[in-house]
């Protein structure tokens, strides 16, 4: 029994996704309104930084700024997500300039903290966070879509990262990638059939933090990867596609938002796996 529980697949994917159920449950029992609805998002982070504590051990104190430090960082951007969540109520003007300062602040000390200071390549670094804090936050909160589908686009660019380290064999990477994607499957499975809990900040800076900061990770390592990695960023425009999916077909009309926005993610999913391969198998000196 002690074996069972060991091996990789279960500490990776099935203790996060369970343990991700169930402190969502408790907290959920604690308080089913203002408390409960404000921090259950925050087990994304939890069961992530679970996942990097148990891959890479524990970290240096103090953390060292370096992309081995990715832990420190995640508990770091989980408290400020929690700390955005229990302060901010409403959706004042005030309110929104406070958050998007938090968003564009972490972004930055997430590259000097990931890549040891800033230099040139932190201006395309931000940009590619923009895409995913911005994107989660876009389809998290739509009204058409509901509080799962932004956990559902976090699950499969997390998986499409896992892939893609799988791919090119950076086995601690793909185990980072694997465990977020088990975390936000859980937090998923909440929401399902409708949407019952907040996707707020820390979601959105623990849980798009820790996919940016494994995407800083494989690109130091392999540099061939980076178009796939940019190819995985477009899965978070496939809300966009969505609104415009045609009606022309039979099919289209009878599948539900979440299910259109899985089969239009899936197209640059397909072709980040293909550019990995061709960056892995065709080497360009």
Not at 1 to 17: A, G, K, Y
Not at 89 to 98: E, H, M, N, S, V
Not at 132 to 158: C, K, N, P, W, Y
Request: glycine residues 12%; hydrophobic residues 55%.
């Amino acid at each position: 029994m002690s074996l069972f529980f060991t091996t990789p697949i279960v500490q990776v994917l099935l203790i996060p996704f369970l343990g991700t159920i169930v402190l969502i449950g408790l907290i959920r029992l604690i308080d089913r309104k203002s408390f409960g609805i404000s921090t259950a998002n925050a087990t994304v982070g939890a069961g992530f930084a679970w996942v990097c504590a148990l891959i890479l051990g524990t970290p240096d104190f103090p953390p060292a700024f370096n992309s081995g430090a990715i832990l420190s960082a995640t508990v770091c951007l989980l408290g400020i997500g929690m700390a955005l969540d229990l302060g901010l109520k409403d959706t004042t003007k005030f309110g929104r300039f406070i958050e998007t300062t938090a968003f564009i602040l972490s972004g930055i000390g997430i590259a000097a903290w990931m890549r040891g200071g800033i230099d040139f390549w932190a201006i395309p670094i931000l940009l590619c966070w923009g895409v995913v804090v911005f994107g989660l936050q876009r389809v998290g909160t739509a009204r058409e879509f509901g509080s799962g589908d932004g956990a559902l686009l976090l699950a499969l660019a997390s998986i499409g990262l896992g892939l893609i380290a799988w791919i090119s064999d950076i086995a601690i990477d793909r185990d980072l990638a694997f465990g977020l994607s088990a975390t936000s499957l859980g937090f998923l499975l909440w929401n399902l059939p409708k949407p019952r809990l907040f996707f707020g900040r820390s979601i959105l800076l623990a849980g798009g933090g820790g996919l940016y900061m494994i995407a800083l990770r494989l690109i130091e390592q392999a540099p061939p990867l980076l178009p796939s990695l940019i190819l995985v960023g477009f899965v978070f425009f496939a809300d966009g596609a969505v609104r415009h999916f045609p009606q022309k077909f039979t099919m289209s009309g009878f599948l539900p938002p979440s299910m259109k926005l899985t089969i239009l993610a899936l197209i640059p999913l397909v072709l980040a796996l293909l550019a990995a391969v061709i960056a892995t198998e065709f080497p360009v000196n």
